[in-house]
C-alpha cells in the first residue's frame, strides 16, 4: 500500500496518469478496414499486438494465455480466474514462450482465441486503450478508460465517435 500511495503522489506531481482499479468500457465507431484511428499529431501513441488464448480448464474457472508485444518482441502472461464463496479472485503470473506454446496446445474448444490491435494513449491527463477485434466479425473497437471512481464523469476524446457504454455486457468481455 506505501509503495502504490509513493506511486500515485509521484505520477501525480508529474502530470502522469496513475493506475487504478476501476475500468469503464465504450464501444466506439472504427473503420473496419483500417483499425487504426486518427489520433491527432502531437498525441504518443503506443500500438501492441495482442492474442489471448482460453485452455482448457475445469468448472467455474477462466484460464487465458496472453501474449503481447510489437516488432516481434512479446511479452507471455497466463491469467486465471475462479470464484469462491461469491468473490471474484484474479491469478495474473509471467511466463516464457515455452510454457506458452506448450500451455496453448491445449486450447478450450467451446471458445474461440482472440486477436486484437491496442492502442494506448494520454489525452488531457487520462490515459486511453483502443482495443480493436481483428478476427470479429466488423472489427470492432472498445476503448478502455481508467478511472479514480465509479461516479467520477468519464470524459472521452472528441475525437472518438462513442455508441454506448459497455462496461458490464457480458457480450464484451473477453
Avoid at 26 to 48: R, T
Wanted: aromatic content about 10%; glycine content about 4%; hydrophobic content about 35%.
Amino acid at each position: 500500500m506505501k509503495i502504490d500511495y509513493v506511486l500515485k503522489k509521484v505520477l501525480s506531481f508529474i502530470g502522469m496518469p496513475f493506475p487504478t482499479s476501476l475500468t469503464r468500457k465504450y464501444l466506439i465507431v472504427s473503420d473496419s478496414a483500417n483499425p487504426k484511428f486518427n489520433i491527432p499529431e502531437g498525441i504518443k501513441v503506443e500500438c501492441f499486438a495482442l492474442e489471448e488464448t482460453f485452455i482448457q480448464t475445469s468448472i467455474g474457472q477462466a484460464n487465458v494465455l496472453r501474449k503481447i508485444g510489437k516488432n516481434d518482441a512479446f511479452t507471455y502472461s497466463q491469467e486465471m480466474r475462479y470464484e469462491i464463496k461469491g468473490e471474484k479472485i484474479q491469478k495474473k503470473r509471467q511466463i516464457g514462450a515455452r510454457d506458452y506454446i506448450e500451455l496453448s496446445e491445449n486450447p478450450d474448444p467451446e471458445r474461440v482465441s482472440v486477436s486484437k490491435l491496442r492502442q494506448c494513449f494520454i489525452f488531457e491527463r487520462q490515459y486511453f486503450m483502443i482495443e480493436t477485434f481483428l478476427n470479429i466479425a466488423n472489427h470492432p473497437s472498445i476503448v478502455r478508460i481508467e478511472t479514480t471512481n465509479e461516479t467520477k464523469k468519464t470524459k472521452l476524446p472528441p475525437f472518438m465517435n462513442t455508441v454506448r457504454e459497455v462496461t458490464n455486457e457480458d457480450a464484451y468481455e473477453t
